[in-house]
């Protein structure tokens, strides 16, 4: 057994050496998936742990045989014996985390809606029919000074939202003149359509915003493009104008990831916007391209999905990601190696969203309700917080999930009342993936200590 990843601290101390017990009958913890390497092994990646070991062939017989014979194993939480709940202890590890987190008040990270308006008229919008709303220089200016009085002297992350963020650019260069006014250090990344982001604008971004990345929705090759975005100008292709912007912006140092939107009737047509993308950025440096589909952030959408058609996207999105990954436009990125204590933002306690009106939020579905708290009241509504921390059921599905630790079922988030075998079967083969790329890593950083 060869260990490529070591478990990660707290739980190294937390759990240590696991006893054997001779009379116990064992089996893989619910928690490791497995995949072989190229004929000289077996990889088992725990994800409660975040630990790697690599199995020769002859101890991977072994453990489908008899187990027990493998004490090593045993001892690094990867076999435990058949009565074990897991889960249980996977939620005890988690507990245990949160409380050795540091309490601090601070928070440090701050989503901003410039705008609820935006140019785009997206047929898919989950902010479709809620009312538009600008926000002022005044909230701008107030948005800054509760920033500066609730960030514990550390750097912050603004993350520019909409609407579209830059239907309303002004408060963003106000917000940052005045932070640097106030001493408080920043960086930023923004989800934006890019249409208004030209020459100009990329100068205030990396200038004035510091903005480090980008998020760009495209949905289809250009003329699908251009019949979904439905943009509110008449002056040419915007699908040019975006793919354009982008490289300015690329060209600036900006990293920019591109989301494809993936429905039953575009699918066939992103695999033909890929082909355009290989072209487009032949050197691949600051891009990286992933596939989404459209149910997975409209739940009214969703409900409406048989089995059947969520099955076909799921196929044809595994197709597209193998022509992304092998184009390299899609990044494969690193194994977990730190503790997650929380879903997202709405969960955080050091994460807010700041509406164009200057009310306080915790997720960007709830514009209009659920409010945790104002920019000109210095406290946040603690039940309001506990609200949006609280979590939902488990489901039947969490008995045999791979990915359990790694999960979280917030109440207030509808889509994670949903869960299906399709996203299952997808988060496991990206762990794989990882697997194979750290493993590659492992054995690069052997072979150049050895020489």
């Not at 975005?229 to 915007?238: F, T």
């Not at 050091?350 to 960007?364: M, W």
Request: charged content about 30%; some cysteine.
């Amino acid at each position: 057994m060869e260990t490529i990843l070591p478990i990660i601290t707290p739980y190294d101390s937390l759990l240590g050496p696991q006893k054997v017990k001779v009379e116990a009958d064992y089996r893989l913890m619910q928690f490791v998936v497995s995949q072989t390497t190229d004929g000289d092994g077996l990889l088992l990646f725990n994800t409660l742990t975040k630990s790697m070991i690599r199995l020769s062939m002859q101890e991977a017989v072994l453990l489908k045989s008899c187990p027990q014979k493998l004490p090593a194993l045993i001892e690094e939480w990867f076999l435990v014996p058949q009565q074990h709940d897991d889960r249980l202890l996977s939620r005890q590890m988690r507990a245990v985390g949160r409380m050795l987190k540091s309490a601090s008040t601070a928070i440090r990270s701050y989503t901003i809606f410039t705008t609820s308006d935006c140019n785009a008229r997206c047929f898919y919008c989950f902010e479709k029919g809620q009312k538009r709303t600008q926000m002022s220089a005044d909230v701008a200016l107030r948005t800054a000074d509760y920033i500066a009085s609730h960030c514990g002297d550390k750097k912050v992350e603004l993350a520019w939202f909409g609407g579209e963020p830059l239907y309303n650019k002004k408060v963003i260069n106000i917000i940052c003149h005045r932070l640097k006014e106030l001493g408080v250090d920043y960086c930023s990344t923004m989800t934006s359509n890019a249409y208004l982001m030209d020459a100009d604008t990329v100068r205030e971004a990396t200038e004035v915003w510091k903005l480090e990345g980008i998020q760009v929705t495209l949905d289809g090759t250009e003329e699908v493009y251009n019949r979904v975005k439905a943009y509110i100008y008449n002056d040419g292709s915007a699908y040019r104008k975006v793919i354009n912007n982008i490289h300015l912006m690329l060209e600036a140092g900006i990293s920019v990831k591109i989301r494809l939107n993936v429905d039953r009737h575009n699918a066939d047509n992103l695999m033909a916007l890929a082909d355009e993308l290989d072209k487009e950025f032949p050197n691949k440096k600051g891009i990286n391209v992933y596939s989404s589909p459209i149910f997975g952030e409209c739940v009214k959408n969703a409900a409406i999905y048989s089995d059947e058609s969520r099955h076909e996207i799921y196929e044809k999105r595994q197709l597209l990601q193998q022509k992304l990954r092998k184009s390299r436009l899609a990044k494969t990125e690193r194994l977990k190696r730190w503790l997650q204590l929380n879903q997202c933002m709405a969960d955080s306690s050091d994460s807010i969203s700041i509406l164009p009106n200057g009310q306080i939020g915790k997720c960007e579905h709830f514009l209009e309700s659920n409010f945790v708290g104002h920019i000109d009241s210095p406290e946040l509504d603690k039940e309001a917080l506990d609200d949006f921390r609280r979590s939902f059921d488990e489901l039947p599905e969490c008995a045999t999930c791979a990915t359990y630790p790694e999960c979280f079922r917030l109440d207030k988030c509808e889509p994670a009342h949903l869960c299906s075998q399709e996203s299952r079967q997808e988060n496991e083969e990206k762990i794989r993936e990882q697997m194979v790329r750290e493993y590659k890593h492992y054995l690069k950083a052997k072979e150049k200590h050895e020489v």
